[in-house]
């Protein structure tokens, strides 16, 4: 960490911020799957002492309860990134289900942020900002994915050109191409919970329907 810090140090001393950007980029890449190993250790944590205790014979029943409840909350966090309690992962698992393959689980994931749980029913609410906010990263994206095609472009557009410039013009292209794909991935969560809520929506209607046609 020091080694990192101190080169950082020499980039910022040079004063090309480009270069700070894209040695950046190249740190994360390369340390991206020690930082993803430590965030997901953290996140057993927790599950690894909820399953040390519950194994544990001086606890009473009901305390014992509590934990496995606990437990089961906590694995359903760190596997679905959903906090909820019993009744409504069981009714998450029913809206999968009965959708019939329509609505892959991945979908209701990624739309954690914008589910609502109350009074036993599921509801995703997206509001005014969401939408804003959906629309602004598409724009963003597309933006940036321009920025980055053109710094791309311009090794084979500038002549005479050296092999400096040239990885300049490249490392400036990864960059904005980095930017770009950040900033479609954050359209993922929105698009989601435009599935989850038709297919809710859906089977809403379809129970209404069975109900009319039986009465």
Known sequence: MIELAGKIFEVLQSGNVLWLAVFLIVAFVM???????FLEGRKKQQIKRLQEAVSCDLLDE???NFISHELQREYFLYVANIAGEKQYRDRLFQ???DSNGRLPFFHIRRASGSLK?????????????DKLSYWY???AGIFFLFIGWAFFMMPILSKPINVVQALVF???GLFFLFAALLFGSQTF???SAIKVRAEISRQENQKKSEGDDNG
Do not use: M
């Open 170 to 172: 490249i490392g400036a």
């Open 95 to 97: 809206i999968h289900r």
């Open 31 to 37: 340390n991206a799957s020690k930082i993803f190993e």
């Open 62 to 64: 009901n305390f014992r």
């Open 117 to 129: 749980f109350d009074d036993g029913q599921v509801t995703v609410k997206l509001g005014l900002f």
């Open 189 to 191: 969560p929105y698009s």
């Open 137 to 139: 990263n598409i724009a």
